[in-house]
């Protein structure tokens, strides 16, 4: 069962349309009791101050923390990912839930000025050996739209690699049962489909 | 690498798809749906829906239709054509659009472009600006004039000077129609691109002109443009997306 966390950051139509298309009917919780077990989708678009703000407010953090503890596949896309860190700079510095070392950082424009901000479009992802990368063959172009990137403390927990603004930063995190993407798997054509379908087998590990 | 973007748009009357053939009228070509379904397979990066007929009728664009594409794409896509202010974004992008095009309302009322920055974010809100040739003058440096309904009615406003402020009020993307090479097919209008792409820290889709691959090599390595609109060449001229990628691909663009 496939469970899409509602916390009021953006809409989730792509992410719930996408999993339909692949056969599953995945469930929308707007509250921590409703989660009964199985695998999370931890989707988001917006500021990393009210994504925070909504995710206390219906008890998602402690539920995210309970499910990683537990071992439940757990899949962040875009903000969703950038929450698992300890915390962005966004907004003026943020604390974010903890669940992978790091944080989330702008991209410097000084660096490339030729770079548009946000990062939008497609942009390849180099992948580093994760189950969920079996049916994506590697180097395949996803879909951005963002404009800070995950800086995580340990390499080990980086799944993806993309060339931006004049860095290299982690576009795809992992770390146990947590999977999470800055792109957006739903509306990344077959690449994307590749990922969620993996992610619907994975047992998290 | 960030890629260059290949969007197909489609012009969607009454719900249709359909072309002017001339001495016949418009005839229908397809179910938009279906046909982006189709450029979606071959390769298409994005699909814009622009809905002619709901501008002109002032009602709002088909949210049944926005539906059906949020189940069918797997790319993201922009709807355009009879948006009338936050309440009709916040319906298309509900339905599933990823981002919505504001063309006519944002020269009347420029401050739709804030309010809908501030309810869903700069990404989801693109201006949709057609420019025409008018030459260089005190008001209008660029040589470029906005213009709406089609070319119809000039605005007094400069093409560079709009776009600025377009995005300095919370636009994330300007799609820049050229109207004089708009279905001539002799290629985009380079030089305008060119002066938008340079003035505005957010990407700028190129439209108005395709109709070979080279076109679109141009617009991207000389013009600068981020992404390149095409419509008839895939629509009625024999091009798949597939083959104009290869071509853009063999030339050096990159491309996925």
Redesign the interface.
Same mark, same amino acid.
Not at chain 2, 93 to 96: E, N, Q, T
């Given at each position: 069962m496939v469970t899409i966390l509602d916390y009021g950051a953006?809409?989730l139509?792509?992410v719930r349309?996408?999993f339909?298309?692949l056969g599953e009917t995945p469930r929308l919780i707007g509250r921590a009791e409703d989660w009964q077990g199985g695998r999370l989708v931890f989707p988001g678009?917006?500021s990393a101050k009210s994504g925070m703000a909504g995710l206390r407010a219906r008890g998602f953090d402690a539920l995210l923390r309970r499910a990683a503890a537990e071992g439940a596949p757990i899949l962040g896309i875009c903000l969703g990912m950038q929450l698992l860190l300890e915390g962005s700079d966004e907004d003026g510095g943020v604390e974010g839930l903890g669940l992978i070392p790091g944080r989330c950082v702008r991209f410097d424009?000084a660096l490339d000025p030729a770079?548009?901000?946000?990062?939008?479009?497609?942009?390849?992802v180099a992948q580093a050996p994760h189950p969920l990368w079996a049916g994506v063959p590697d180097g395949s172009?996803f879909?951005f739209?963002h404009s800070y990137f995950a800086r995580p403390s340990e390499a080990a927990d980086v799944a993806g690699w993309t060339?931006?603004c004049g860095v290299r930063f982690a576009s795809a995190l992992r770390r146990g049962s947590l999977f999470a993407t800055q792109f957006?798997p739903?509306?990344?054509?077959?690449a994307?489909?590749g990922l969620l379908r993996a992610f619907l087998s994975w047992e998290g590990r | 690498?960030?890629?260059k973007?290949l969007i197909v748009c489609l012009d969607v009357r009454d719900g249709r798809v359909t072309k002017g053939v001339r001495f016949q009228g418009n005839v229908d070509v397809g179910d938009p749906v279906e046909m982006a379904a189709r450029y979606?397979e071959q390769g298409a990066?994005e699909i814009v829906f622009y809905d002619i007929t709901a501008s002109a009728e002032r009602r709002a664009c088909d949210l049944g239709m926005v539906a059906r594409a949020?189940?069918a794409l797997?790319? &993201?896509f922009t709807v355009g054509g009879g948006i009338r202010g936050v309440e009709d974004m916040r319906a298309a992008?509900?339905?599933?659009a990823?981002k919505v095009s504001l063309n006519s309302l944002a020269v009347r009322d420029p401050a739709i472009l804030t309010q809908g920055a501030e309810a869903f974010?700069?990404?989801c809100v693109v201006l949709g600006m057609d420019a025409r040739r008018v030459g260089p003058s005190a008001a209008i440096p660029s040589g470029y004039e906005v213009v709406v309904r089609g070319g119809r009615e000039p605005t007094g406003r400069d093409a560079v000077a709009w776009a600025r402020e377009a995005v300095a009020r919370g636009a994330?993307?300007i799609c820049l129609n050229a109207i004089d090479t708009d279905g001539v097919r002799q290629g985009y209008e380079l030089d305008i691109t060119r002066q938008v792409a340079e003035a505005v &820290?957010?990407?700028v889709v190129a439209s108005g002109g395709a109709g070979e691959i080279r076109h679109l090599v141009d617009v991207f390595r000389e013009a600068r443009a981020?992404?390149a609109l095409v419509a008839s060449m895939v629509h009625s001229m024999g091009f798949t997306c597939r083959r104009i990628k290869d071509g853009l691909r063999q030339a050096g663009i990159p491309v996925?």
């Open positions: 953006g809409n139509t792509s349309l996408a339909e298309r678009v917006g424009p770079a548009k901000i946000p990062h939008m479009g497609w942009n390849t172009a879909y739209v060339d931006f957006h739903e509306r990344s054509g077959e994307g489909a | 690498m960030l890629l973007r979606c990066d949020a189940r797997t790319i &993201p992008l509900l339905a599933g990823d974010g700069s990404q994330g993307e &820290p957010v990407p981020d992404a996925r």
